[in-house]
């Protein structure tokens, strides 16, 4: 072999090597927002509350609004390459899907099993769904022998306050927020919690729904990207009260109390985003009525009173990714 010959041969084996390797030391760390309404009230506009979280190799649902396993199939992911399900709370708008994921992929047959983490009360809820399988486990795929139990296709981790664990080279954290009237605890059902994921040094805080909380904002703290909710309210509670001229005023009055109380206003969100200094926000979950286009000005305007840094308003299937240092 000739020396120049040589080092065109040594020179493509580097060229070859260099990828492989920066994306060894630089894993994916991508957030997809499935779905990005707000609410029990679907929108033509918006899928429910739905995330894929891409951590190198591993792909984990946050959350799981109706319409989470179509949501994934517009980006070519199958539940088939989910192993791993985190629900913040309890309400069917962020679980609504919850039985779509369990049930198409254990129907679909793919391997391993799917733990799903969240609030306690999360295991009487994967129960219920696991024992309305139990029909159609029964009656099978027409093989004549019976498919694998149901049960065996599931798992459930329930979490509290202060939880922390990891999901290979992933670190996961929670905390309690105020998205109900009580004080986080460990033993009640009624347990709102947000995440704080962490690989390589890169950090990315989710909340779905909340109220102002110190520990939310102590969660996201210097995080790259914090993925929050956001509520137009007066528009909001104008809406709905044209919309819900049959309400009680005593219903009217709760949910009013409700929205303002355990969610979070675009002011709201920016003086929480500014105290915990994070890098990027981005919005998503949008109780806002009518086409985001018309609330976005005022939902910018919100933020800026508190926050300075870059601001992304999330629609259904936004990817955002967080690169590594150079």
């Known amino acids: 072999m000739t020396l120049s010959r040589a080092i065109l041969t040594v020179a493509a084996a580097l060229t070859c090597a260099v990828p492989a390797a920066a994306e060894t030391a630089c894993p994916a760390f991508r957030w997809i927002t499935l ?9 033509p506009e918006r899928s429910e509350p ?5 951590a190198g190799d591993r792909h984990i649902l946050v959350d799981t609004g109706d319409g989470t396993v179509g949501q994934m199939a517009k980006i070519g992911v199958q539940m088939g390459a989910v192993d791993t399900v985190l629900i913040s709370h309890l309400h069917l708008d962020h679980s609504g899907g919850l039985a779509a994921a369990i049930g198409l992929r254990w129907m679909n047959q793919f391997p391993g099993k799917l733990t799903v983490y969240g609030p306690p009360g999360t295991r009487q809820v994967v129960d219920g769904i696991v024992a309305s399988m139990g029909p159609p486990s029964r009656i099978g795929f027409g093989l ?5 139990s149901p049960a065996d296709s599931v798992a459930v981790v329930e979490i509290g306050d202060g939880a922390r664990f990891a999901l290979g080279d992933l670190t996961v954290r929670a905390v309690a927020n105020s998205h109900f009237d009580h004080e986080g605890d460990a033993k009640n059902e009624g347990v709102s919690l947000s995440y ?3 690989l390589g040094g890169r950090s990315i805080t989710y909340t779905g729904d909340t109220g102002p909380s110190a520990a939310v904002e102590t969660l996201a703290m210097g995080s790259d990207m914090l ?3 956001v509520i137009d309210l007066e528009r909001l509670l104008a809406d709905i009260r044209k919309r819900r001229t049959d309400a009680p005023e005593g ?10 109380t355990h969610h979070l206003t675009a002011a709201d969100l920016g003086k929480l985003a500014a105290k915990a200094n994070v890098a990027r ?4 979950h949008f109780a806002v009525p009518g086409p985001l286009s018309e609330a976005e000005p005022g939902l910018r305007a919100g933020v800026r009173l508190g926050y300075f840094g870059p601001v992304d308003l999330a629609r259904d299937l936004s990817s955002f990714d967080i690169g590594c240092a150079r």
């Open 35 to 43: 779905g990005t309404a707000g609410g029990p009230v679907p929108t």
């Open 50 to 54: 739905a995330n894929l979280l891409v």
């Open 144 to 148: 004549g022998v019976p498919p694998p």
């Open 196 to 198: 704080r994921f962490e």
């Open 227 to 229: 993925v929050s909710e």
């Open 251 to 260: 219903m009217f009055a709760q949910m009013s109390q409700h929205l303002s």
């Open 281 to 284: 926000l981005v919005l998503t």
